[in-house]
Nanobody
Framework: QVELVESGGGLVQAGGSLRLSCAAS???????IGWYRQAPGKQRELVAV??????IRYADFAKGRFTISRDNARNTYLQMDNLKPEDTAVYYC????????????WGLGTQVTVSS
């Protein structure tokens, strides 16, 4: 089972940017990788997902502000711009799923806090 480790979270002011990284323990070139987030008291939700062929799907709230990318080796990234306080959440990396459903492999998450 592939292990996923997220990094890059932190505290940022509204309007700022963060770049999250997800490092896999093995090559992930054949896997769909997704970023999800969970805010306190809310369900985990999809942020963005990218396929091996480069097809990308974004949640509506992420369109125009977030960019997902991958190097098709072991790393996947989530560039987040124009952050808002409502983006505050723990962000998780996920693999093994589809563009509409998460897979079985999760990282431990990285905290993103956006102050107003």
């Amino acid at each position: 089972q592939v292990e996923l480790v997220e990094s890059g979270g932190g505290l940022v002011q509204a309007g700022g940017s963060l770049r999250l990284s997800c490092a896999a323990s093995e090559r992930i070139s054949t896997r769909i990788i997704g970023w999800y987030r969970q805010a306190p008291g809310k369900q985990r939700e999809l942020v963005a997902v990218i396929t091996t062929g480069g097809t990308i799907r974004y949640a509506d709230f992420a369109k125009g502000r977030f960019t997902i990318s991958r190097d098709n080796a072991r790393n996947t990234y989530l560039q987040m711009d124009n952050l808002k306080p409502e983006d505050t959440a723990v962000y998780y990396c996920n693999s093994g799923g589809t563009t509409y459903r998460s897979g079985p492999n999760w990282g431990l998450g990285t905290q993103v806090t956006v102050s107003s």
